[in-house]
């Protein structure tokens, strides 16, 4: 959605199809020495393309399992960000300055949409080497914002990162120097920094600083770990109408979205208790039937070709049925979407609960997870123009 004495790289991984409501299903990853890939509980799919700097190879590519019982972490946020699956790296044979700088891997991190504001969580990140005879190598790792799609963002720490500072473009110590021994802050580095921006790629540059005791370790290695979870914005209608998360993209409902549950990692949809709405104004917004027909005009702001689609509680029933939804196809670059709907013969008049659902892909159900967009919840009301004289409960 994770405190290791190694550095792994960590993205939380579901199946289904992109763009469409995905259902809950168990986290999984892969990795190898040239890319790791997976898909997170929203189906937005991460793919992290590894290309060593000199001589440096991949000496281990590993798959970390999920955990649902792993505990929390001080030093990242969401705190149980060590829950998901992902994958660990360890770089050797990189060319070794002591007392410099080397550069070790270029880590470029793909995203099936464009996401606004991922969270890069760092854990364990550096390296020893030691040789009982000959001493050893510590080596202190850095990670500099190299580039990014369709800009490059900025770094701003969220959590973490003891004995470390984070720049706009860098995470460095803050000193290097000889230790008695390692963890945390020392040597090895964690914590969590966002990436500022609505991005669809970000490239990092890994380096490391060579502290050498006596004639040194056996070899160069780094350990790499990192982990992406994603912002996402939740439904807060009534229980009955199911859960709806979206991942934040580049395509939202009224002027913004905001994100929810920052503080957790989740692999189900899961609602709030009262959200920032502002796609519909009114305490409650009326919008009249006519012959079973209804309209609304839906302010948007589209990054991407998307899809809009309603849900009005017609019956009063407490969920949201297929006869119940409309859906409209919004461009690029819109502003405005409009609604109609043909409501049952068994609606009725007066207040009830509207969702508004916006995805890069349209989707016929009304809960679940979505890799894109924006849900709302509205309180509503049903009117009817006195000459209207369809069937219809009043």
Same mark, same amino acid.
């Given at each position: 959605m994770v405190l290791h004495v190694v550095l792994a790289c960590v993205v939380t991984v579901f199946a289904g199809v992109p763009g469409a409501v995905a259902e809950d299903a168990p986290s999984s990853f892969t990795n190898s020495p040239a890319t790791a890939s997976g898909r997170t509980p929203s189906g937005v799919t991460v793919t992290v393309r590894k290309t060593m700097i000199g001589e440096t190879r991949v000496a281990s590519a590993e798959v970390l399992t999920a955990s649902t019982w792993a505990p929390g972490d001080e030093f990242l946020v969401p705190a149980n960000?060590?829950?998901?699956?992902?994958?660990?790296?360890? #770089?050797?044979d990189f060319a070794a300055r002591p007392g +410099?700088?080397?550069? %070790?891997?270029?880590?470029?991190?793909?995203?099936?949409?464009? %996401?606004?504001? *991922?969270?890069?969580?760092?854990?364990?990140?550096?390296? %020893?080497?030691?040789?009982?005879?000959?001493?050893?190598?510590? #080596?202190? *790792?850095?990670? =500099?914002? %190299? =580039?990014?799609?369709?800009?490059? *963002?900025?770094?701003?720490?969220?959590? +973490?990162?003891? +004995?470390?500072?984070?720049?706009? =473009?860098?995470i460095e110590p803050e000193a290097v120097r000889p230790v008695k021994s390692t963890t945390c802050g020392v040597v090895y580095t964690c914590g969590t920094a966002k990436v500022k921006g609505t991005v669809t790629a970000f490239t990092i540059r890994l380096s490391a600083r060579d502290v050498r005791y006596a004639l040194g370790g056996p070899g160069t290695q780094l350990w790499a770990a990192f982990k992406i979870t994603l912002a996402e914005d939740d439904s807060d209608a009534p229980a009955s109408y199911g859960a709806a998360s979206h991942a934040i993209t580049d395509s939202f409902l009224g002027a913004s979205a905001t994100a929810d549950h920052l503080d957790e990692v989740s692999t189900a949809a899961r609602e709030v208790s009262a959200d920032e709405d502002d796609a519909v104004t009114g305490s409650p917004a009326e919008i009249t039937v006519k012959d079973r027909a209804g309209t609304l005009t839906v302010p948007v702001r589209a990054g991407s070709p998307a899809y809009l689609t309603g849900w009005i509680d017609a019956d009063h029933d407490g969920r949201f049925d297929t006869d119940e939804r409309a859906t409209a196809q919004v461009a690029k670059d819109a502003t405005t979407a409009e609604l109609r709907w043909s409501l049952p013969q068994t609606f009725r008049t007066g207040l009830t609960w509207m969702r508004l659902r916006l995805a890069a892909q349209a989707t016929a159900l009304p809960s679940g997870w979505a890799d894109s967009g924006e849900v709302e919840d509205h309180r509503i009301e049903l009117v009817r123009p006195a000459d209207d004289a369809s069937p219809a409960k009043d």
């Open positions: 960000a060590k829950m998901t699956a992902g994958f660990r790296d360890l #770089y050797e +410099g700088w080397s550069g %070790v891997a270029m880590l470029t991190f793909t995203f099936s949409r464009p %996401v606004r504001d *991922p969270h890069l969580h760092v854990f364990g990140t550096g390296g %020893v080497s030691r040789d009982p005879r000959r001493g050893r190598d510590d #080596y202190w *790792p850095a990670i =500099d914002l %190299v =580039d990014g799609t369709p800009a490059t *963002p900025a770094f701003s720490a969220a959590a +973490g990162f003891p +004995g470390y500072r984070v720049t706009a =473009d860098s």
